[in-house]
């Protein structure tokens, strides 16, 4: 009698632990989870690429900085800097032209070129 009882009793048991078991990944296939699975995977992803994306850009600063020490160029590399030319060399640039210079340019421009 002890035997049918323990069959019985562990027969019971897996079938609640199989049933519980089932029932759970019914629930993981849910249309509700799977949405929320995929926007958490897309999340994560997203910081991923984020993280990636700085690190190219660390990497190459510092890569500009080790470029720019190896061609002596003094030029700090800041990415905030203002990228316009100090007043002296962008006179030098322009050809020794002054602010004053009354020489206007002008683009001739028909609109109906572009089709």
Do not use: C, I
Request: overall charge neutral; hydrophobic content about 40%; glycine content about 6%.
């Amino acid at each position: 009698m002890f035997r049918r009882t323990f069959w019985f009793t562990a027969g019971a048991a897996a079938g609640v632990w199989a049933t519980t078991k089932v029932n759970q990944k019914l629930k993981r296939l849910t249309p509700e989870s799977l949405a929320a699975q995929a926007a958490d995977k897309a999340v994560e992803a997203g910081h991923r690429l984020k993280d990636f994306a700085l690190d190219v850009r660390a990497n190459m600063l510092q890569r500009e900085a080790e470029l720019g020490e190896a061609l002596g160029l003094d030029a700090p590399v800041d990415p905030e800097h203002d990228r316009e030319l100090p007043a002296s060399q962008r006179r030098a640039a322009l050809g020794s032209r002054t602010p004053t210079d009354t020489t206007t340019y002008s683009l001739s421009y028909n609109r109906n070129e572009d089709h």
